[in-house]
């Protein structure tokens, strides 16, 4: 289907009556706004009731000089606003999210990644799809990668439904909860399906490796279950002295249907506090108040009490191939398990009234703070 045959042209009194909000959220990845931003409100230009937001979230690049030597003309016509948070020490995707479409004015707001390219004239289709779908929200196939953050609703829908569920910190599924809680809120979904509006810049980083291998002092595994060879225990030693220890299921090697390439077996982790004792390890599991004592052998590896072998063996990991699995699968399986419990529970608010919350600055004014309560 073309484009033209999508979007009429129609007299620009004829759109609205609403606003349409483009929220941008970025922290240090300027070297993907550089491609992607003024190439998107150029694509828009001419609706009249667009806003285009971009929030710098206390990013450490040059993202705010580089908006005023390239960008100051679209902030004087109001074609861009600029929002800037000190807050943040580290990347929160719900929070950002929640801060940038409480901030947007549009009636709808729809969330654009830093790497999207949104395509011509796509505030036009939304548009079209909210003049004759009132109660919908839009997000894209899933055949196309890259893009699967791209969300337009309705401003009064996220807010019923508290916006993206702050506990989901990282990367993964907050997009995916937040959708379906609409679904239980009454909202029907509309998939864009046009691929001309659903474009990114092919790149690895869809999360900081580095980041999240900072949080990890150490790794152990087991060698695969003798009887189920496609479970093996997995201990994760936190920076911050915090562990978790489970049995990750390789759905994969199990065979079968399966919607996860990794399960936790027991559903929850095993979680608690860690601390050395002479060369040896000490775990205080919170939950049942026990302490196991986990003996270093080899200056590497360690040996656990189990419930059904009497002790098991897990070697330390070195592979960084095999911690950024690790690693990514822990932040993957906990963002996850919310968006199950959530979807189980029939749960449509979160975060209890309180989300988006904490102070910015608009349009390089920094001495009106507007606080975000």
């Known amino acids: 289907m073309l484009e033209n045959e999508l979007v009429k042209q129609r007299a620009l009194s004829e759109y609205g009556p609403w606003k349409i909000s483009f929220c941008i959220i970025c922290m240090n990845r300027l070297y993907h706004l550089k491609e992607t931003l003024l190439k998107n409100l150029t694509n828009n230009t001419g609706y009249p009731g667009l806003e285009v937001l971009l929030l710098d979230y206390n990013s450490g690049d040059d993202m705010e000089q580089w908006v005023k030597n390239n960008l100051s003309d679209y902030i004087e016509r109001g074609a861009l606003v600029y929002y800037k948070t000190f807050d943040p020490s580290e990347f929160n995707h719900s929070h950002a999210k929640n801060m940038a479409f409480k901030l947007a004015s549009g009636d709808i707001v729809c969330n654009i990644n ?3 390219f949104t395509g011509n004239r796509f505030v036009y289709y939304i548009d079209e799809v909210f003049r004759t ?5 839009m997000r894209p196939l899933r055949l196309h990668p890259g893009v699967a953050g791209v969300v337009c609703v309705n401003k009064a829908d996220f807010l019923h439904v508290g916006g993206f569920d702050e506990r989901m910190s990282v990367y993964g599924w907050e997009d995916v909860d937040f959708r379906n809680r609409l679904r239980l809120a009454g909202v029907e979904e509309w998939k864009i399906r046009e691929k001309f509006y659903l474009d990114a810049i092919d790149h690895e980083e869809k999360y900081d490796r580095r980041k999240l291998l900072s949080r990890i002092k150490a790794a152990y595994v087991s060698e695969a279950d003798p009887v189920n060879a496609f479970t093996t225990k997995v201990l994760i030693l936190f920076e911050d002295y915090r562990f978790k220890y489970g049995t990750v299921i390789n759905n994969k090697r199990k065979g079968g249907q399966f919607e996860y390439l990794f399960d936790l077996e027991e559903i929850y982790w095993t979680e608690g506090y860690w601390k050395k004792d002479g060369r040896d ?17 080899d200056d590497r590896n360690i040996r656990l009490p189990d419930n059904n072998t009497g002790s098991v063996l897990l070697y330390h990991v070195a592979n960084e191939y095999v911690l950024n699995m690790i690693s990514y699968f822990e932040m993957d399986y906990r963002n996850r398990t919310i968006m199950i419990n959530n979807m189980e529970s029939k749960v449509v608010a979160v975060n209890n009234g309180r989300f988006g919350q904490g102070s910015v600055f608009k349009n390089f004014n920094y001495e009106v703070k507007i606080d975000m309560g």
């Not at 390890?281 to 052998?297: G, I, M, P």
């Open 281 to 297: 390890l000490k775990l205080l599991d919170e939950a049942r108040d026990v302490v196991y004592d986990a003996t270093v052998y």
């Open 133 to 137: 779908n009132k109660k919908v929200f």
């Open 114 to 116: 830093a790497d999207n």
